[in-house]
């Protein structure tokens, strides 16, 4: 008679794996919670006056208010047109060529060097654009592949006969769309923001060739910070964002479920 109980290697396997993802964040947090005025773990001494001076910092201030306007904004303008774009791409997926798919993954098919200095070359030398919109435009382009990925895994298993018959009985196209096509992608639309939120959030290859003076992100500022001071702030950094992202996590959690997003 056979077992349920896990083999022990599997469970050994297991826990390494975990151990492999769960010590690193201990460590950050444990950097960041130290009283010393260096980077060190195990933390001598617990205090929370690196949190406190990442708001001190006006660069810190001035940069998490710039990620966040770019991520939100170019996750909503990637949304926009990768949306329409995925649809496109399933329900029409016989008539239009086949490398058209491939061109909305080019930006991630180039190193994201070459790709932050083309951008550089095309938009703030070339085209004059201002730092912000040379910016948005960048992050827009490099989270537009995975919001055409995602939608389109959500559209793949989704019948459009039910449009056609919506559209037969006489439903306008866009009013089918919105009341039937994209109710059943939501769980798809909702997990595509997530993700291009968190990936432009954290970019950093292209934001350091497309920021300038007064305006950066903040990974380019924390990684401004580590150049000139060894001190706990830049843990403190990484562990707020890690917050962020549980944050975010526990609002979908809260309001759909996790399993509604794996649908």
Known sequence: ??????????????????????????????AALSD????????????????????????FRRTIVTSLQIAFLGTLIALL?????AYALNRF?????????????LPILVPEIVFGFALLKSLTVGAGLPIFAALLIGHTLIVLPYVVRVISASLASFDFSIEEAAISLGSAPV???????????????????????????????????LTG????????????????????????????????????????????GLTFLAK
Do not use: C
Request: proline fraction near 7%; charged fraction near 10%.
């Open 1 to 30: 008679m056979m077992s349920d109980r896990p083999h022990p290697i599997l469970i050994a396997v297991a826990a390494l794996v975990y151990l492999f993802l769960m010590v690193p964040l201990v460590i950050v947090v444990g």
């Open 213 to 256: 003076p007064g305006i950066s992100t903040l990974p380019i500022q924390i990684l401004a910070h580590v150049e000139q001071f060894f001190d706990p702030t830049v843990a403190s950094v990484s562990v707020l964002l890690m917050f962020l992202t549980v944050a975010v996590m526990a609002i979908v959690e809260r309001t759909l």
């Open 175 to 209: 009013k089918t769309f919105f009341t039937i096509v994209l109710p059943n992608v939501r769980a798809g639309v909702i997990a595509a923001f997530i993700l291009a939120f968190i990936t432009s959030l954290n970019d950093v290859s292209v934001s350091l060739f």
């Open 81 to 85: 047109i990768g949306v329409p774009a």
């Open 93 to 105: 997926r016989v008539e239009l060529p086949r490398w058209l798919g491939t061109l909305f993954v």
């Open 36 to 59: 010393t005025t260096y980077l060190t773990f195990p933390p001598r001494g617990l205090s929370l006056r690196w949190f406190e001076n990442i708001f001190e910092i006006s660069a």
